[in-house]
C-alpha cells in the first residue's frame, strides 16, 4: 500500500525557521514533490527531490532520503503569507500516479 | 489559456442527481489528473489520462463514477446518482508529459466545490 505520513499541524514565528517532515512508504518511487496550498485555493508547486540531498529555491529548501523514506520542507526567514498547508506528494513508479499526504497546516504567528 | 480553468466552481446538487465537472487543462499538456479533496484532508487521486493511452482509472471509488478525455484537451468527470459524501472540491491538474524531469510539476486548476444536499 501506500502511506505518506506528515504532522497535521505547526506553528511558528514570523522570522523563524521551520521544518516540516514527511514520511512515505510506497511501492515504488519516482519523485517527491512538495506543493503549498492556501486556503480555498489550488495547491501550487513548491520543490522536486528525486536523488537523494538537498534542494534549494530561495526561501525554500527540500531535503530527500530515499532509503530512509523521508523528506523535509525547510522555510526560512518566515513570512505571515507562509501560512498555509503544505503538501508532501510521491509519485509511483509509473509516472502516472501521485500519493498526497494530508497536509501540514502551518501557523506563522507575528 | 494561461493556467488550468475548471467549470462550475461551485455545484450545488440534490442526492441522486448526476453532475458532471469540466476541466480545460493547459494548452500542449499531455498529462491530466483528476483529484477529490474533502474538507481538512490530502488529495486522493481518482484518474489519470496520459496523451492517447488508455486512462489510469484506479482511483475512482466506485461505479458512479466515470472520466473522459478528448484528446489532450477537455476533460469532463461525471458522477452519477450523487451521494452526501460526494461532497469535496474536485481537483483537476495537468502538466507537461508522464516522464520525470526537473520540475515536472503538476499545474492544479482552481477546483470545483461540490456540495450534495
Known amino acids: 500500500g501506500q502511506n505518506i505520513d506528515q504532522p497535521t499541524e505547526m506553528t511558528a514565528t514570523e522570522g523563524a525557521i521551520v521544518q516540516i517532515n514527511c514520511t512515505y512508504q510506497?511501492?515504488?518511487?519516482?519523485?517527491l514533490f512538495w506543493y503549498q496550498q492556501h486556503a480555498g485555493e489550488a495547491p501550487t508547486f513548491l520543490s522536486y527531490?528525486?536523488?537523494?540531498g538537498l534542494e534549494e529555491k530561495g526561501r525554500f529548501s527540500s531535503f530527500l532520503s530515499r532509503s530512509k523514506g523521508y523528506s523535509y520542507l525547510l522555510l526560512k526567514e518566515l513570512q505571515m503569507k507562509d501560512s498555509a498547508s503544505y503538501l508532501c506528494?510521491?509519485?509511483?513508479?509509473?509516472?502516472?500516479?501521485?500519493?498526497f499526504g494530508s497536509g501540514t497546516k502551518l501557523n506563522v504567528k507575528p | 489559456g494561461a493556467g488550468v480553468s475548471q467549470s462550475p466552481s461551485n455545484k450545488v446538487t440534490e442526492k441522486g442527481k448526476d453532475v458532471e465537472l469540466r476541466c480545460d487543462p493547459i494548452?500542449?499538456?499531455?498529462?491530466l489528473y483528476w483529484y477529490r479533496q474533502r474538507l481538512g484532508q490530502g488529495l486522493e487521486f481518482l484518474i489519470y489520462?496520459?496523451?492517447?493511452?488508455?486512462?489510469?482509472k484506479s482511483g475512482l471509488p466506485s461505479d458512479r463514477f466515470s472520466a473522459e478525455r478528448t484528446g489532450e484537451s477537455v476533460s469532463t468527470l461525471t458522477i452519477q446518482r450523487t451521494q452526501q459524501e460526494d461532497s469535496a472540491v474536485y481537483l483537476c491538474a495537468s502538466s507537461p508529459g508522464g516522464l520525470a524531469g526537473v520540475g515536472d510539476e503538476q499545474f492544479f486548476g482552481p477546483g470545483t466545490r461540490l456540495t450534495v444536499l
Open positions: 489520462f496520459q496523451g492517447n493511452s488508455a486512462p489510469d
Open positions: 494548452s500542449g499538456h499531455t498529462a
Open positions: 527531490n528525486v536523488l537523494d
Open positions: 506528494a510521491v509519485r509511483g513508479p509509473n509516472f502516472n500516479k501521485f500519493y
Open positions: 510506497t511501492s515504488g518511487f519516482n519523485g
